[in-house]
């Protein structure tokens, strides 16, 4: 851990989220060519020139933004937003050179993601620095400098996406694009007093993404707020033939914070910290806050996801790092870092026996983790288990960066998603962070959480900005394609069935009572259920529901799935509106208990878990 202490960089940048600049932009108080500008004019005084490995020319990004302004403000979710890229992600008319510049190429398009961004009205900045051919989570093995981490000068910037971390956490742009394989889009967050989205594998295309392990990377997302990471994913979201990796899967939308939330924490004994007294600390400060929210904290078994961590790099996987710069290592070994070097070349020795035991392992690991998540919406650990400082890591740098991914390594072999949340300053000046673990497919579902727990620590944004805003309510309106659909009983929030909505990526609306024209039964079923009945108008009982948005598609998967005697129907709303919702066939109800008088399903589950 980092014992010598010294001074944050100075500098008078303001840190405005994503969320503020579109919303200047749009109302006119400030332009896309301005931002941009002060953006350019932020780098100059920051001067560090290891941050940017490559910086595009300024009229050119100047002349973007500009013609933004023939487009429709509405259409652009991210209008005039500077975002920096990390340098193994293709940008056209910059080089991608992966920190080595033996490897260095011209792309002849933009990656999948920047098309997006672009498409979105993001203007790209420049190529940011990183640990060569993104191995490492230090971010200290560049031929390019080592970017100054500036909350306090003598920490690591943390990697591999240490350029963009920096960037986000200096104000120098209010978005960046990382990579994480191993906890690179994570460590550099908690590093840096910033939001790290690390998305579902294959949620965001990886074509023109330079690989390190083609069969876990994936892009992420640096911002100073979880909401302004949403913005970003969801602009970048979606399948795409280019990838034979990529997923179809819907993002679903932030909600608010769940009612009830069961979040998973190791037992006791099973953390570690290395000695580093103020980040346990710290953790355990995390978790009394999360109590605090209203969370039920779980304990689970933390140390299959150890034996999967220890299989990245004691195992086959290496042997996908290998092959990227295998005729780089044979040509010119020497124009590679020695510590990528000798990583890297490990991946020569595995055997296809060794691939396949190791894969046979992993699976049963995976499963022993789906069990895991059986009773628990999310996992909650420190982002790593303490901090370096550069002098430390230049002196061990092996042992130390292993350290750094303890609890990151396993994320992607699992295919989970993950979200890293600033939550604490420490005494000593050191930033310390937590991640949500959830499934892949989840990663609305840890913003909606994670959002809160962001606001609820109070600490400034990055290195140099001001508190973090009060926190926007979630959208109840519907948007695109989305169908409402009305829940009245397992599939409400909490409820047994609930995750058959979550997991197609449905967002709650709203709280909502239906007109006084229905009578509720508690049906014979497992799990218990209910079916609402409709009757004369205003001859039956009001019933409180709730409201939830669908995709198309995801409703037609749903509405698919529903089994006898339930059936989809139109709701009528106290409020007159009809929605679509669930209703049961009359020749269900008979003889079954009426249970009206509770006014909905969870009363009545509450008053019968009560006797």
Request: glycine share 8%; with cysteine; proline share 8%.
């Amino acid at each position: 851990m980092v014992t010598d202490l010294s001074q944050p960089r100075t500098g008078h940048q303001l840190t405005e989220t994503v969320a503020a600049i579109v919303a200047a932009h749009r109302a006119g108080t400030m332009t896309p060519a301005q931002t941009v500008a002060r953006s350019y004019q932020r780098i100059r005084d920051h001067n560090d020139p290891a941050v940017f490995i490559s910086l595009r020319d300024e009229k050119d990004a100047l002349a973007e933004a500009q013609a933004l302004s023939a487009k429709d403000p509405a259409t652009l979710p991210l209008l005039g937003v500077p975002v920096a890229v990390k340098d193994n992600i293709d940008a056209l008319g910059l080089p991608t050179t992966a920190a080595c510049p033996a490897f260095s190429y011209s792309p002849t398009r933009d990656s999948t993601a920047v098309a997006k961004l672009r498409a979105a009205g993001a203007i790209i900045i420049g190529k940011t620095n990183l640990d060569q051919f993104a191995t490492g989570l230090v971010g200290v093995r560049s031929p390019y400098g080592i970017p100054v981490n500036p909350v306090r000068n003598d920490l690591i910037p943390g990697g591999s996406s240490s350029g963009s971390a920096v960037a986000v956490s200096a104000g120098l742009v209010p978005l960046a694009l990382g990579t994480d394989t191993a906890g690179s889009g994570r460590v550099p967050a908690m590093l840096n007093n910033i939001v790290g989205l690390k998305p579902s594998l294959g949620l965001i295309s990886n074509a023109g993404l330079v690989p390190a392990c083609r069969t876990l990377d994936c892009i992420s997302v640096f911002a100073l707020t979880v909401d302004d990471a949403v913005a970003a994913l969801s602009a970048m979201a979606g399948p795409d033939d280019a990838d034979p990796f990529s997923r179809d899967r819907p993002l679903g939308a932030v909600t608010a914070f769940p009612a009830r939330l069961r979040l998973g924490v190791p037992r006791s004994g099973q953390l570690i910290f290395f000695g580093d007294r103020e980040s346990e600390k710290a953790y355990g400060e995390a978790l009394n806050r999360w109590t605090s929210l209203g969370a039920a904290l779980i304990e689970f078994d933390l140390e299959p996801f150890y034996e999967t961590a220890r299989l990245l790099y004691e195992g086959p996987w290496v042997a996908e790092r290998y092959l990227v710069i295998r005729d780089l290592l044979a040509s010119s070994p020497d124009s590679i870092h020695p510590v990528t070097r000798e990583i890297t070349m490990a991946g020569a020795r595995p055997t296809a026996a060794d691939t396949f035991a190791a894969l046979y392992r992993l699976q049963a690991l995976r499963r022993v983790a789906e069990r895991t998540f059986g009773n628990i919406d999310a996992l909650v650990l420190p982002t790593a288990p303490t901090a370096y400082s550069t002098a430390q890591v230049l002196a061990n740098p092996i042992e130390l960066n292993s350290r750094l991914g303890t609890y990151t390594n396993f994320v992607n072999l699992l295919d989970l998603c993950g979200l890293a949340l600033p939550a604490a300053m420490r005494p000593d000046g050191i930033p310390f962070g937590i991640t949500l673990l959830a499934p892949a497919g989840h990663d609305a579902q840890l913003a909606s959480i994670g959002r809160a727990f962001h606001a609820d620590a109070g600490l400034k944004m990055g290195a140099k900005g001001p508190a973090q805003p009060p926190l926007a309510a979630p959208s109840s309106q519907l948007s695109g394609d989305e169908i409402a659909i009305a829940a009245v009983g397992a599939h409400l929030s909490g409820m047994a069935l609930n995750r058959e909505l979550t997991d197609l990526g449905g967002r709650l609306l709203a709280e909502a009572s239906t007109a006084p024209d229905y009578t509720l039964y508690a049906l014979d079923t497992t799990p218990p259920k209910p079916g609402m009945l409709r009757v004369e108008a205003g001859a039956g009982s009001s019933i409180k529901l709730e409201l939830w948005a669908l995709s198309a598609a995801a409703f037609g998967k749903f509405v698919a799935a529903i089994p006898p005697p339930l059936s989809i129907g139109t709701i009528r709303l106290a409020d007159g509106r009809g929605v679509k919702g669930f209703l049961v066939e009359p020749a269900a109800v008979s003889g079954a208990r009426d249970i009206s008088a509770f006014g909905g399903w969870r009363a009545f589950m509450a008053q019968k878990a009560a006797v």
